[in-house]
T-cell receptor, first 112, second 114 residues
Framework: AQSVTQPDIHITVSEGASLELRCNYSYGATPYLFWYVQSPGQGLQLLLKYFSGDTLVQGIKGFEAEFKRSQSSFNLRKPSVHWSDAAEYFCAARSFTDKLIFGTGTRLQVFP | GAVVSQHPSRVICKSGTSVKIECRSLDFQATTMFWYRQFPKQSLMLMATSNEGSKATYEQGVEKDKFLINHASLTLSTLTVTSAHPEDSSFYIC??????????FGPGTRLTVT
């Protein structure tokens, strides 16, 4: 069955530190891949997406993600975290004609 | 970017009553909208796909008679939770794709059934 896994439920980092959020997918073929951020009171916001091509994808708010086919991974990274990055992050995937499947999310906490 | 709104943002209702949640695409038209349910500390689970002018498509395990979906226009879809029970308490989120098929999500509706 198709699935998206985010192994880390909760991550805490200090402001200014680097960040990597992990995401693995299980699909028959490479799906479209997405990272969303959810802040309280706001809808999910798309950070970046991967359809094909360059495996390093740049997104908004200084985030990037790298697609690694050999590892079935699409990890999200940011070189220097800001306090405003504290939120819930969801990795999601879908095949061309199918629905979005979300991972369970990673809650990011940022300490000053 | 495109905006999707939901109303109300929070609702408390008594067990046995029905509650309607609205999802609107504010600056674009959407022939399809999606309804998700999110449990605390869990992921979003797709409940149904709302189709303008036709019946909604429900995911396996979702009671179509309990969760009534009406896609009244190209900018409005409604989810009605009928005969609500405490186990229906949850966070309901809608989304709508724009012409490029990028999904835009509403801010969600917190339903509490007492």
């Amino acid at each position: 069955a198709q699935s998206v896994t985010q192994p880390d439920i909760h991550i805490t980092v200090s402001e200014g530190a680097s960040l990597e959020l992990r995401c693995n997918y299980s699909y028959g073929a490479t799906p479209y891949l997405f990272w969303y951020v959810q802040s309280p009171g706001q809808g999910l916001q798309l950070l970046l997406k991967y359809f094909s091509g360059d495996t390093l994808v740049q997104g908004i708010k200084g985030f990037e993600a790298e697609f690694k086919r050999s590892q079935s991974s699409f990890n999200l990274r940011k070189p220097s975290v800001h306090w405003s990055d504290a939120a819930e992050y969801f990795c999601a995937a879908r095949s061309f004609t199918d629905k979005l499947i979300f991972g369970t999310g990673t809650r990011l906490q940022v300490f000053p | 970017g495109a905006v999707v709104s939901q109303h109300p943002s929070r609702v408390i209702c008594k067990s046995g009553t029905s509650v309607k949640i609205e999802c609107r695409s504010l600056d674009f038209q959407a022939t399809t909208m999606f309804w998700y349910r999110q449990f605390p500390k869990q992921s979003l689970m797709l409940m149904a796909t709302s189709n303008e002018g036709s019946k909604a498509t429900y995911e396996q395990g979702v009671e179509k008679d309990k969760f009534l979906i009406n896609h009244a226009s190209l900018t409005l879809s409604t989810l009605t939770v009928t005969s609500a029970h405490p186990e229906d308490s949850s966070f309901y989120i809608c989304s709508a794709p724009d012409i490029t098929e990028e999904q835009y999500f509403g801010p969600g509706t917190r339903l509490t059934v007492t």
